[in-house]
């Protein structure tokens, strides 16, 4: 079965950390780019990071720049993506993506 499943997610404090994860299954991990994208509450789906096929290239949304760094480890078939400094504005709906295959999202809440 083609899947993205995504893990990680939770309640943190503004100013900590949290790690993402994102396995995928049922196609060859290595031959795709793979994305971020986050969806607060009331807002549309936004990009947050993507990364190459050997994860030689990366790009990031200007709101995460220096904070969130976006990985993956071809043989574990895994995304990453470490989140640090992290404010209440990245309250989100985290999705792992690869072209039009969605993941069912991780919650990542920031809050005191």
């Known amino acids: 079965q083609v899947q993205l499943v995504e893990s990680g997610g939770g309640l943190v404090q503004p100013g900590g950390s949290l790690r993402l994860s994102c396995v995928a299954s049922g196609f060859i991990f290595s031959n795709y780019g793979m994305s971020w994208y986050r969806q607060a509450p009331g807002k549309g789906r936004e990009l947050v990071a993507t990364?190459?096929?050997?994860?030689?290239?990366?790009n990031y949304a200007d709101p995460v720049k220096g904070r969130f760094t976006i990985s993956r480890d071809n043989a574990k078939r895994t995304l990453y993506l470490q989140m640090n400094s992290l404010k209440p504005e990245d309250t989100a709906v985290y999705y792992c993506?690869?072209?039009?295959?969605w993941g069912q999202g991780t919650q990542v809440t920031v809050s005191s």
């Open positions: 993506n690869r072209q039009l295959l």
């Open positions: 990364i190459s096929t050997i994860g030689t290239g990366t």
